[in-house]
Each structure stands twice: as structure tokens, then as C-alpha cells.
């Protein structure tokens, strides 16, 4: 009984998602559900097109992330963005009007906050790997000698303390 629910469940899902349909979850920034349809938030959509257009133009995750503060942009919990977040934004098709369910990706019936050339150009750029200022106060004689053979950045120290003796 319970494979078949899971089963009739994940049949449901893929045909939601073949209409174009949002399959819930976490509603993503810029958008807000009303009625389970994925509809523009008036705030929230126009940062996500400013965070598109910026980083075509600077493809750095940490000055995108410095300008959003500088503006005093916050995430919805109320914190400072991260990298990890801006990255996941802009590497989510959903912005340009897809769903992806499955690995395969279905033209949505939700409105697209960008336009799908820029979506590409995001995709396509080099990220560079900027690193902010550290806050490890000692000297590290090899920062900087070594580098990744596969982008190029360079290897930065990091170190850690056990919390627990054993």
C-alpha cells in the first residue's frame, strides 16, 4: 500500500511538472505562492533581475554579495547573503520560467523574473573565485603558491580547533 501511494505520488509530481506546474517546497526568492502558483513578489523580483544583470557584468560571487549588502538587501530569514545562496539563485533555471523535476527541465507556467539569454550568459561565465578578507591573524608562509590545476585559484589557508578532547 505504501509503494503504491509512493508511487501515484511521484506520477502526480512528474505531471505536475510537465504542465508547468510548481511541485511546492521552498518557495524561491522573488516569488510567493498564492493558490500554489509561483506569482512575482513585488520586492523580491526586481533584486533577483538586479543580481542577474550585476553578476553578467562582474561574474564575482563576492562583490555581488558586498553590493547586496551595501544596499542593505538581506535574505528572507533577516541575514546577510552568503555565496552559496546567490549561487544557488543564479544557477536555478526557475528564474527564467523552466522547472526542473527529475533532471528534466519543463517550460513552467510561472512567470520568468528574467529573460532566458541572460540566464545563458550567467551560465556561461567564468566564476571567479574571490575570496573575502580573512580573519586567521597569523602568517602563512605558502598562501598564495599553490593553485587548483583545474580554475586556477589559488589555495588559501584554513585551519581548525577540536571541540572535544576525545
Given at each position: 500500500e505504501r509503494e503504491m501511494t509512493a508511487d501515484r505520488t511521484r506520477d502526480k509530481m512528474h505531471q505536475r511538472a510537465t504542465k508547468g506546474m510548481w511541485n511546492g517546497g521552498n518557495i524561491p526568492?522573488?516569488?510567493?505562492?498564492?493558490?500554489?502558483?509561483?506569482?512575482?513578489?513585488?520586492?523580491?523580483?526586481?533584486?533577483?533581475?538586479?543580481?542577474?544583470?550585476?553578476?553578467?557584468?562582474?561574474?564575482?560571487?563576492?562583490?555581488l554579495r558586498t553590493e547586496l549588502h551595501l544596499r542593505g538587501w538581506l535574505m528572507r530569514s533577516g541575514s546577510p547573503w552568503g555565496k552559496m545562496s546567490l549561487d544557488y539563485i543564479l544557477k536555478n533555471p526557475r528564474y527564467y520560467g523552466k522547472i526542473v523535476f527529475n533532471g528534466e527541465t519543463y517550460q513552467g507556467e510561472h512567470e520568468a523574473l528574467i529573460e532566458e539569454w541572460l540566464f545563458q550568459k550567467v551560465q556561461a561565465l567564468q566564476r571567479t573565485?574571490?575570496?573575502?578578507?580573512?580573519?586567521?591573524?597569523?602568517?602563512?608562509?605558502?598562501?598564495?603558491?599553490?593553485?587548483?590545476?583545474v580554475c586556477g585559484s589559488c589555495m588559501s589557508p584554513h585551519y581548525t580547533q577540536k571541540r572535544h578532547k576525545d
Open positions: 526568492y522573488g516569488y510567493v505562492n498564492e493558490g500554489k502558483h509561483l506569482v512575482p513578489h513585488p520586492e523580491e523580483a526586481p533584486r533577483v533581475k538586479f543580481m542577474f544583470q550585476w553578476f553578467a557584468e562582474d561574474p564575482s560571487l563576492t562583490r573565485h574571490t575570496r573575502a578578507v580573512s580573519t586567521i591573524k597569523r602568517p602563512f608562509l605558502l598562501q598564495g603558491l599553490l593553485q587548483c590545476s
